[in-house]
């Protein structure tokens, strides 16, 4: 891939339209290396958002709705069902209510995979407000750092190293918490460094994010979530490695 250019495919994964049509597929669709396609993957559990959703992607040429069954949702699965549907070797994972800091984007982290041993690239992911609030997220990028965690919050994959070791949607049994909190990309990261993989972060490719207008509020999910998955991951970080995965949902699916 040296000096050529890349092309990606984007999965923006999302329950409801939430940020996407006020800011997240205006900021991809001009950034300086443009996605080849931009595939929503929408739980179909709210007709009315689904419609409304599609009727807005109309006008958009390389933009298509997936839809799956509300009874299906896992974090694995609506990954791995978007990434299944998609045609380029790059595909980056970006979250519905996530927005990237710059116009560059994804130019910066496509650059890293020049080195074809990189698996994945990932950023940070930083609330709205400055100052003491932005300190306090500092504890998630601390966590990431030690490691080269990335999140499918935003992160760039090899689709060829994702055929080796999917998302692991038997994670939900073996380790039952993950169906609510995910972890399924700590456990991928972990998978990819025991295969000899490179995982690599950059802080220019980070994306903005936030779930709540009320920033004390999403002051306090984070740090709570911050000890929640600490415990989790070291409950991951105990598997065996190298392990396989189970992809039976997406398979369904995509048949």
């Given at each position: 891939?040296?000096?050529?250019?890349?092309?990606?495919?984007?999965?923006?994964?999302?329950?409801?339209?939430?940020?996407?049509?006020?800011?997240?597929?205006?900021?991809?669709?001009?950034?300086?290396?443009?996605?080849?396609?931009?595939?929503?993957?929408?739980?179909?559990?709210?007709?009315?958002?689904?419609?409304?959703?599609?009727?807005?992607?109309?006008?958009?040429?390389?933009?298509?709705?997936?839809?799956?069954?509300?009874?299906?949702?896992?974090?694995?699965?609506?990954?791995?069902?978007?990434i299944s549907y998609s045609k380029e070797?790059?595909?980056?994972?970006?979250?519905?209510?996530?927005?990237?800091?710059?116009?560059?984007?994804?130019?910066?982290?496509?650059?890293?995979?020049?080195?074809?041993?990189?698996?994945?690239?990932?950023?940070?992911?930083?609330?709205?407000?400055?100052?003491?609030?932005?300190?306090?997220?500092?504890?998630?990028?601390?966590?990431?750092?030690?490691?080269?965690?990335?999140?499918?919050?935003?992160?760039?994959?090899?689709?060829?190293?994702?055929?080796?070791?999917?998302?692991?949607?038997?994670?939900?049994?073996?380790?039952?918490?993950?169906?609510?909190?995910?972890?399924?990309?700590?456990?991928?990261?972990?998978?990819?460094?025991?295969?000899?993989?490179?995982?690599?972060?950059?802080?220019?490719?980070?994306?903005?994010h936030a779930h709540r207008e009320d920033?004390?509020?999403?002051?306090?999910?984070?740090?709570?979530?911050?000890?929640?998955?600490?415990?989790?991951?070291?409950?991951?970080?105990?598997?065996?490695?190298?392990?396989?995965?189970?992809?039976?949902?997406?398979?369904?699916?995509?048949?």
């Amino acid at each position: 891939m040296q000096g050529a250019r890349m092309s990606v495919s984007v999965v923006v994964r999302c329950a409801t339209r939430e940020k996407l049509f006020q800011g997240v597929l205006d900021r991809l669709l001009h950034q300086t290396v443009v996605p080849s396609e931009i595939l929503i993957v929408m739980d179909s559990w709210s007709q009315e958002e689904v419609r409304y959703v599609s009727r807005r992607l109309e006008r958009y040429s390389n933009c298509r709705l997936i839809t799956f069954k509300h009874e299906e949702f896992s974090h694995p699965f609506s990954a791995n069902l978007g990434i299944s549907y998609s045609k380029e070797e790059l595909v980056c994972i970006i979250n519905g209510h996530a927005l990237p800091i710059s116009l560059r984007w994804l130019e910066v982290g496509l650059k890293h995979f020049e080195d074809e041993n990189v698996a994945g690239v990932g950023g940070f992911f930083y609330p709205l407000a400055e100052g003491f609030a932005r300190r306090l997220f500092n504890l998630v990028e601390v966590q990431m750092k030690r490691i080269n965690w990335i999140s499918t919050i935003n992160c760039i994959i090899r689709k060829s190293r994702w055929e080796e070791y999917p998302f692991d949607e038997d994670l939900l049994e073996i380790i039952p918490e993950t169906r609510k909190l995910g972890g399924e990309d700590y456990d991928w990261t972990l998978e990819m460094l025991s295969r000899g993989y490179k995982i690599l972060l950059d802080p220019d490719f980070s994306v903005i994010h936030a779930h709540r207008e009320d920033i004390v509020l999403e002051i306090l999910r984070n740090l709570r979530s911050y000890f929640i998955y600490k415990r989790l991951q070291e409950k991951i970080k105990r598997l065996e490695r190298p392990r396989e995965s189970s992809r039976f949902f997406w398979q369904n699916q995509a048949a």
